[in-house]
């Protein structure tokens, strides 16, 4: 299963935009780019999903280089409220989701 | 609309007793899925059910672990004779398809159980 990397943690302010990186250099062909966001004591949420270039929604923005062996999820101006823990993954035919231990994202005020 | 709803929220138990966890499925979700999440890590894959069916158990950490899918709809997540090292939160997800179809059906997932053994 291709596996994903990304930061443990990041800080921001409230208002920023914050972008985190996910590196998946073995991503295969068929492979979607998926990130989920969790808040404490809840299951995590599905926020967007990719193949290549960019795809935005109301939450955030995915961007997908041509390679494929990154991806970014930007969340623009940032609240308090987005503090969470946001999970890369990478989805494929079969029917399981691997997810890592994701970024903590810590927004002061 | 409703979501998925997992019972009890909290669970307390002691070393050696069977335990069972229930979730409830977004109706018409035909894909469901157990994850475990022990505190301060990310989801560990247990089993997965297309209909009532779980092509592949892996996931399941020993022979005490167990699950059940009836009528497409509820499923059961049983522990026999828990261990200390079966305290984690318990969550369950539904997603409307799988598989292929899954490129456009996004997981959702209830609150989950949590699950203390004394």
């Known amino acids: 299963l291709a596996k994903t990397t990304q930061p443990i943690s990041m800080d921001s302010y409230e208002g920023q935009e914050v972008n985190i990186t996910c590196s998946h250099n073995?991503?295969?062909?068929?492979?979607?780019i998926t990130w989920y966001q969790q808040f404490p004591s809840q299951g995590p949420r599905f926020i967007i999903q990719g193949y290549k270039t960019k795809v935005t929604n109301e939450v955030a923005s995915l961007f997908i280089p041509a390679d494929r062996k990154s991806s970014t999820l930007s969340l623009p101006r940032v609240s308090l409220s987005d503090t969470a823990v946001y999970y890369c993954l990478l989805l494929d035919s079969s029917y399981k989701l691997i997810f890592g231990s994701g970024t903590r994202l810590l927004v002061r005020p | 609309g409703a979501g998925v709803s997992q019972s009890p929220s909290n669970k307390v138990t002691e070393k050696g007793k069977d335990v069972e966890l229930r979730c409830d499925p977004i109706?018409?979700?035909?894909?469901l899925y157990w994850y475990r999440q022990r505190l301060g890590q990310g989801l560990e894959f247990l089993i997965y059910?297309?209909?009532?069916?779980?092509?592949?158990k892996s996931g399941l950490p020993s022979d005490r672990f167990s699950a059940e899918r009836t009528g497409e709809s509820v499923s059961t997540l049983t522990i026999q004779r828990t261990q200390q090292e079966d305290s984690a939160v318990y969550l369950c997800?539904?997603?409307?398809?799988?598989?292929?179809?899954?490129?456009?059906?996004?997981?959702?997932f209830g609150n989950g159980t949590r699950l203390t053994v004394t």
């Open positions: 997800a539904s997603s409307l398809v799988a598989g292929v179809g899954a490129y456009n059906s996004p997981l959702h």
């Open positions: 073995n991503i295969a062909t068929n492979d979607y």
């Open positions: 109706s018409g979700h035909t894909a």
């Open positions: 059910f297309q209909g009532n069916s779980a092509p592949d």
